[in-house]
């Protein structure tokens, strides 16, 4: 796993705790599959759509290229 993907997961993981939101929790904020934000969260999923970043920069009150 490269230092970029393991880093967009460790950024995704830890605003979602700095907001107090699970990973089921997000993954319905999103509407995204809860699969994909466990994969996401450790590394697991190497090339994320922009789609599914921007979704998750929306409903974590951050720009995207914070990941």
């Known amino acids: 796993m490269s ?3 393991a ?7 830890k ?3 700095q907001k107090s939101l699970s ?4 993954s319905k904020l999103v509407d995204i599959s809860f699969n994909i934000v466990i994969k996401m ?5 190497t090339n994320p759509s922009i789609d ?4 998750l ?3 974590l009150d951050v720009a995207v290229d914070i990941f």
């Open 3 to 5: 230092s970029e993907i």
């Open 7 to 13: 880093q967009i997961g460790n950024n995704i993981k």
């Open 15 to 17: 605003l979602r705790k």
């Open 23 to 26: 990973q089921e929790r997000i």
């Open 41 to 45: 969260g450790s590394g697991g999923i």
């Open 52 to 55: 599914t970043l921007q979704k």
């Open 57 to 59: 920069a929306k409903s």
